[in-house]
């Protein structure tokens, strides 16, 4: 083994552990906003269920409006009854008034409905603001509990990459700068070991001449396939 591919697969191995706990403090982070956008969404519910309770009472308000003014109607017309002479007025009028009856019970029936359902939508906001208080107290403490483990997560991190910088120093600058774009295009992994001619990064097969030269272990090559930096060395010897 030569000392760069050492000094490379000794960095891509911290590098994958700092990684790692780059993925753990997403994690937290993730679950976290996953937790305020379901709060949220909470909110927006009951901010809905407002709007539609608003809705129905503006409906009722002018049913109550028509409904008294149909109340004032139809007591007009039985007044009026007293005063009429022929059959046919009569009956003109008796007809206005079932008419008006008629429009009374309807509008009743309306008002009662809609009542009906502002309640129903009242115990639903009750309900949604419940568990809002509820998720609402969760978050804080999660929010809390969050900050400790990334707080906590980041000290170890701190340890890894100073660790970090003194291995990277000792790789060539040119190489450091491929190895670092392998990296960013090859999923975390720019240096690939090659066991029975297939190579550990992309899987595919090397042409048995270049895994030749790997096997004398003094030299390191590219992939043909994935262009990582490959190198042999026997499962054996891996830690
Ligand atoms: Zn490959």
Redesign the pocket.
Known sequence: MNDVISQLIALQKIDLQLDTIDNEIQQEQDALDQQSAMLAQREHDIDDLHEQISTLEKERRTLDLELGEELAHVKSRQSKMMQVQTGREQTALLKEIEDGKQNIKDKEEKIVAIMEEVESLTEQVTRQQELLQEETNNLAEATTKTKKNIDAISKSKQGQSSKRQKHAHKVDAKLLGKYTILRQRRHGLAV?NVLEGV?Q??F?SIPPQQFNVLLRGDRHLE?P??Q?L?YHLPPDDQE
């Open positions: 690939s190579c990064g992309c595919m992939c396939v994935c990582r490959i």
